[in-house]
């Protein structure tokens, strides 16, 4: 009868250690599920694979189909096992690394040019991997096992100084195997004891309960230190730097730098729904519209900035709606055209309608002052984002 009671507690003891051992992958699943997805957020940086068909309206007919990928994403395609934890973990450059191009096409829709680009996160803390999740929590794991450990410990010697033999006859060992083996995930632990307890048919004594009541608090503290974490991380700064460049019709019009900054915030305590920062600054050579060299005469630079914020988004946190408002100070630096200010601030919207999973239809808005006009641009664009293996 000892044997086989050892046998019986020495399972839940593994099962509920294996449980924590694998507590980091599990969490990081329901992270998953309920990191907020915003249209906002792979612009910024893309994840897998971004693609997106840009409209000009308001301001003529022109059209661009554009493309922008990471390293890490090419690699995803062609081999999923990319998307496991550990080999994640390892590609830091290639995660960071986002190259992407365009075509620019006409009103009956030829091929008129095309765009290229580079962008690599200088910084970037808002990857959950970035983060340093692994080596902030698990000392909250290793001392859990622990506990539970030496919490478990009196339960087998309760159990096993059971005098009455009968009890091996009062257990069903299949209903007993099934109920582990369905269970090998604990999230109560007393759900699971008064589970047990009918299995084995014996009521466990207050001091058992007080010691599940331990390991509860201690796996209720670790998921609720895990979740600021990866809130905290999801808030987190990145900046990047990009550069790129344009062709129309066989000649360069176009070459230029990016620096761009995103920084969560927590303008509401406790809002669900989230507000970022966004910072940036450009500094483009243009080729003059109305010269007759082809050579990049006309340079100017934007600083643009703005706070981004989710209106509304569904039970899954992937936004249905949201907004970025905010200003652009654009300054003509050579190449002024007649009567162009060297200096012009616009405000600058941009509205996100989710049209269907990781499917978005932003429109770009802006307003001159002077001229009391409206320019806008309506885009479509699809992300594909990391599934964690």
Not at 24 to 44: H, L, R
Not at 128 to 153: C, D, F, K, T
Not at 289 to 307: P, V
Request: hydrophobic residues 40%.
């Amino acid at each position: 009868m000892r044997k086989y009671l050892l046998v019986i507690f020495v399972l839940v003891c593994c099962i509920a250690s294996a449980q924590q051992i694998d507590a980091i992958g599990s969490m990081e699943k329901i992270f998953d599920k309920v990191k907020n997805k915003t249209s906002f957020k792979y612009d910024a940086l893309s994840e897998i694979i971004q693609v997106g068909l840009n409209k000009g309206i308001l301001t003529g007919n022109q059209q661009e189909f554009a493309f922008k990928s990471t390293l890490y994403g090419l690699m995803v395609l062609t081999n999923h096992d990319y998307e496991i934890d550990k080999n994640y973990a390892k590609l830091r450059f290639q995660r960071n690394f986002e190259f992407g191009g365009s075509m620019k096409l006409s009103e009956d829709t030829r091929i008129r040019g095309y765009s290229l680009a580079l962008k690599y996160a200088i910084i970037n803390k808002r990857d959950l991997s970035e983060g340093m999740v692994y080596e902030r929590i698990n000392p909250m794991v290793q001392h859990l096992q622990q506990s539970m450990a030496s919490q478990l410990a009196p339960l087998m010697q309760t159990f096993m100084s059971e005098k009455d033999s009968s009890i091996v006859n009062k257990a069903d060992k299949q209903k007993l195997t099934d109920y582990l083996k369905a269970n090998k995930n604990i999230r109560d632990f007393q759900a699971f004891l008064d589970g047990l307890s009918k299995i084995i048919n014996i009521s466990p004594d207050k001091s058992l309960r007080k010691n599940m009541d331990v390991m509860q608090s201690e796996l209720d503290a670790l998921n609720e230190k895990y979740a600021a974490i990866t809130k905290e991380i999801e808030k987190g700064p990145l900046l990047t730097f990009s550069a790129a460049g344009s062709n129309t019709d066989s000649y360069w019009d176009n070459m230029g730098f990016k620096l761009e900054y995103t920084k969560g915030l927590g303008l509401v305590k406790d809002d669900q729904n989230p507000w970022d920062l966004y910072l940036g600054f450009s500094f483009d050579m243009l080729k003059d519209s109305l010269s007759l060299k082809n050579n990049l005469n006309r340079s100017t630079s934007k600083l643009k900035g703005g706070i981004n914020h989710v209106l509304l988004k569904d039970a899954n946190n992937q936004s249905l709606v949201e907004v970025l408002g905010g200003f652009e100070y654009n300054t003509v630096y050579t190449g002024a055209y007649v009567n162009e200010k060297a200096n012009q601030l616009n405000a600058a919207f941009t509205f996100s309608f989710r049209l269907a999973p990781n499917l978005y239809l932003p429109l770009d808005i802006k307003y001159d002052p002077d001229q009391a006009k409206f320019l806008g641009q309506l885009k479509l664009k699809w992300d594909m984002i990391r599934n964690r293996k």
